[in-house]
């Protein structure tokens, strides 16, 4: 049964200003805006409310009714921004959070509540947090998102409402608890509507017939009857874990034995599906509401816990656990298909899909750098540096074979440098050469190796390369573009080192 829970900030903007303004915290506050060449009151802190303010009160007639009123002009886009990094740090609570509008956000806590110890100590948590934080804020749960909004916004205090009791729980509340537009709102109190409870017992049709099909759906959406979609801030990954710490976590010790227990919920899951692990993210969630992730990656599926345990080990020094870690998330954010081979106990030949190759490729690239270890397969290419092709995945195969029978250099550049030359005949190798303001005497050369151009993909002059050794002992690959009797003066290019 799906469970929903509406966070509800009735004093959002004033509570935000508050935090940095000592007037603002002691004095009745509003928020206004400007429509139609009037200010109109938008929000108020509980103080002002109390006195009399209102929304859409003109601000001269709150000014007149509120004594020591503090106002200030609203910020649409800077609030919205807010609200967002609010809802993107809700996700310590679920993988699923989404933002209903300007003072609202709205949870998937399917499957949540259990870890903070049930619903009731789930939402007494988040309240307490964001109290602590300065903003007050009014929490339902619910099966239904409409259910839950209609509670946190019409409804007593921190509702949670069992699955299946949500028409019960809203029969008392006013139709604008079911997000109607207002023209609806207002045809409702015209016939006489003015608690839910009143129209629960006439016929569908004749409420659509009356009241348009938006009502029927927003009215069906909160009693159960028809799904509500849900958009959520940040994708959704279908294979997460995460732990809640009893205190904050200031040790390894804490984040090795929680690093464990998730991969203990999440890798039976995965074995299932017959899914591997490629890469997995592990976050921590701190108490002063920053996080910090640290992410691995292997280079072929796997669902090994010790090689997966080992490789997040690299990364623990540079995590930061101060001022302690509050909740830890654990996603497997790439995932393939593992496919069951049967081993032989004799046969002792290594090979790249073999897993203790894998894991030293992964151990060495999360020492070095991603790109540390490299795998190239041949491609049908004439032109050196596209006769290769990088490849991530190490069961990659390719029908071409390596050609052993051309030499080539050990390092080569992906764009060849250009140099100049001093050559005595032409179509000869030079005797010097100049790279990078250093000049090189050439004693020994060896070529030419004519390599043509693709025609059948593009035009363009042939390359002569040659080997070539300088007066200290270093070889280098050079190339000429063309012919002297073609170009003219034709261009060198540094495109590779021997040694």
């Known amino acids: 049964m799906p469970r929903f829970l509406t966070i509800w900030f009735p004093y959002f903007k004033t509570d935000w200003i508050s935090k940095r303004d000592a007037n603002a915290k002691c004095n009745p506050t509003v928020f206004y805006t400007v429509s139609h060449g009037k200010q109109l009151v938008i929000a108020m802190n509980a103080h002002a409310q109390k ?25 649409p886009e800077q609030f919205k921004l807010i609200l967002q990094k609010i809802a993107d740090w809700m996700i310590r609570y679920t993988p699923q959070v989404s933002v209903l509008s300007e003072d609202c956000i709205l949870l998937d806590a399917t499957g949540c509540a259990h870890l903070w110890g049930g619903e009731k100590s789930y939402i007494t948590a988040i309240k307490e947090r964001l109290r602590s934080f300065g903003y007050t804020a009014k929490i339902s749960m619910a099966s239904t998102i409409g259910a839950a909004w209609a509670l946190t916004h019409y409804g007593e205090e921190d509702q949670i409402v069992a699955p299946g009791e949500e028409l019960q729980a809203i029969l008392s509340l006013p139709p604008e608890a079911l997000r109607l537009e207002p023209e609806v709102i207002e045809r409702l109190y015209k016939l006489g509507f003015k608690r839910i409870n009143d129209f629960v017992k006439i016929p569908s049709a004749a409420l659509k017939r009356r009241l348009g099909e938006s009502f ?21 990954v279908s294979y997460v874990e995460r732990l809640p710490a009893l205190e904050p976590i200031t040790h390894r010790n804490g984040v090795e034995k929680a690093l464990e227990g998730l991969l203990d919920q999440l890798l039976p899951k995965l074995e299932k599906e017959g899914l591997g692990i490629r890469k997995i993210r592990l976050t921590l969630h701190r108490i002063d509401g920053t996080h910090q992730y640290s992410d691995c990656s292997s280079s072929l599926p796997t669902q090994n816990k010790t090689s997966l345990l080992k490789l997040f080990e ?43 190759v894998a894991y030293l490729i992964d151990k060495m690239q999360h020492k070095l750098g991603n790109n540390a270890v490299n795998r190239y397969l041949p491609y049908a290419q004439h032109f050196p540096e596209r006769s290769i092709q990088p490849q991530k995945d190490l069961g990659a195969i390719t029908d071409l074979k390596w050609e052993s029978n051309m030499i080539r250099p050990i390092m080569m550049l992906e764009d060849p440098d250009p140099i100049s030359v001093m050559a005595p005949v032409p179509d000869y190798p030079p005797i ?18 004519r390599i043509e151009a693709p025609w059948w993909i593009e035009t ?30 034709p261009k060198w290019f540094l495109h590779g080192y021997f040694a």
């Open 51 to 75: 006195l009399g303010a209102r929304k859409e009160m003109v601000l001269a007639d709150a000014r007149a009714i509120v004594p020591n009123l503090q106002a200030k002009e609203d910020q």
């Open 216 to 236: 029927v759906k927003r009215y069906y959406q909160a009693i159960q009857k028809m799904d509500e979609p849900f958009a959520t801030i940040v994708p959704s």
């Open 314 to 356: 690299l990364k623990f020094s540079d995590l930061l656990l101060e001022p302690g870690v509050e909740v830890f998330l654990l996603e497997a954010i790439h995932t393939e298909k593992m496919i069951a081979t049967q081993e032989a106990m004799w046969e002792q030949k290594k090979h790249l899909a073999d897993p203790s």
């Open 432 to 449: 010097l050469f100049r790279h990078k303001k250093e000049v090189h005497k050439i004693i020994k050369a060896d070529g030419p190796e």
């Open 460 to 489: 363009g002059l042939h390359r002569d390369y040659y080997k070539v050794e300088d007066d200290k002992g270093r070889r280098y690959w050079i190339y000429r573009l063309g012919h002297y009797e073609e170009t003219g003066n």
